[in-house]
């Protein structure tokens, strides 16, 4: 059971399409006629009483098409019933348009229909032209539809990337956040005043880490702000075995990049390269901002990287997957031993530079000269 009272209102789009159309159909059989007898204003009448029936007909057939579902049909099943109902419409249109002209129009006898042959040959004609309305108005549908699942299909890739990103952080920040928890545990009994100035440290860097998870992307000098606490709190533990130094171009500060990144390198410089060593070692960060918009940060260490195929860290295979989701193949992070230096890794991070407008101000005053 159907209801043409459920179909909803033609766009405009379509209103612009029927109009331009049968003004076209109009213009045509004006021509056609004009060609065969003399220009006149009968002749406009009798164009009329065919084409404003046709009119109103193929618009009686959208809501047909509408209420019964037949943009969801198979092309055979839609096939079929368009057969038989361009036939029905085919004839009730000739009654409709002779009806017309002998007792609107009434136009002389070189104007007036008659005969069976002509009937029938004017409606062997409309089926031709509403095969062509149906061609256009199934054919824009069909079109509209393949778009929509292009978007929603957008939509869909979108919201899993959302979802991917939101997972990939979640598996990063825990461990950050037990890893200072360790430095914390480690330090209790030795020194209680240690302790609680790591607690302000780690509350600092959790709060932090809990309001840039929410983000996709942060600009560099936030994230700086983080490997700034996550040192400072190193330090209290490891402290104459930490050297570091901090080399960063201010017209660098505002790339965004993905958060918690350069946190996990420093982090790893920490755990794999200087925490193992009993004379522990250094750590010196770089960031440049090159003429061809692209941001190259470095991270050396002391250390060894030994790489193992398939048992790379979770971390730096999370990093690559955000770097991966955001940027494509346009974001490189590799990790490598110093070819000319030894016990020396170097972590070296490239994304491509979307700026933000600057601030000159903030980018003075958080401006990151070389530091120890």
């Known amino acids: 059971m159907f209801s043409y009272a459920s179909v909803p209102a033609p766009s405009r789009l379509y209103w612009r399409a029927q109009l331009v159309g049968w003004a076209l159909y109009f213009g045509f059989n004006v021509a056609i006629f004009s060609a065969f007898g003399r220009f006149s204003v009968e002749l406009l009448l009798i164009v009329s009483a065919i084409v404003l029936p046709m009119m109103g007909l193929t618009h009686w057939l959208r809501y047909h098409i ?10 055979l099943p839609l096939t079929g019933r368009l057969l038989v109902t361009h036939a029905v419409l085919s004839v009730l249109s000739q009654v409709v348009i002779w009806a ?26 409309v089926n031709f032209v509403l095969w062509l309305w149906s061609g256009f108005y199934f054919g824009w549908h069909f079109f509209h539809r393949y778009k929509q699942a ?11 990337r ?23 545990r480690a330090l209790v009994m030795e020194d ?12 600092d860097l959790l709060r932090y880490s809990i309001q840039l998870n929410s983000a996709e992307q942060v600009p560099l000098r936030r994230e700086l702000e983080i490997v700034e606490h996550y040192l400072q709190l190193e330090a209290l533990q490891l402290e104459e075995r930490l050297r570091y130094t901090l080399d960063v171009d201010p017209a660098a500060l505002y790339v965004p990049i993905p958060p918690m990144t ?30 061809s918009n692209t941001l190259h940060v470095t991270v050396r260490n002391t250390g060894r990287y030994e ?5 790379e860290g979770v971390g730096v295979r999370n990093a690559r997957e955000r770097l991966q989701l955001l940027f494509g193949a346009a974001a490189h992070l ?14 070296h991070l490239q994304l491509p530079v979307r700026l933000p407008a600057p601030d000159p101000a903030s980018a003075r005053a958080l401006a990151y000269p070389p530091s120890a």
């Open 66 to 75: 509408r209420a019964n579902g037949w943009e969801q049909l198979a092309p």
């Open 100 to 125: 017309l002209l002998i007792w609107v129009v009434r136009p002389g006898p070189d104007g007036k229909p008659h005969g069976w042959a002509q009937f029938i040959g004017y409606a062997l004609n």
């Open 150 to 160: 292009e978007v929603n299909q957008w939509k869909l890739a979108a919201a899993v």
């Open 162 to 184: 959302e979802a991917e990103m939101r997972t990939l952080k979640a598996q990063i920040n825990p461990h950050f956040m037990f890893n200072g928890l360790n430095n914390i």
């Open 192 to 203: 209680p005043a240690r302790t609680r100035d790591m607690i302000t440290h780690l509350s």
């Open 262 to 291: 350069l946190q996990l390198l420093v982090e790893n410089a920490i755990k794999h390269g200087l925490a193992p060593r009993p004379a522990g070692g250094f750590i010196h960060l770089t960031a440049q901002l090159n003429d």
């Open 307 to 311: 790489p193992r195929p398939g048992h």
């Open 334 to 347: 590799h990790l490598t031993n110093d070819p000319h230096a030894p016990d020396t890794v170097v972590a």
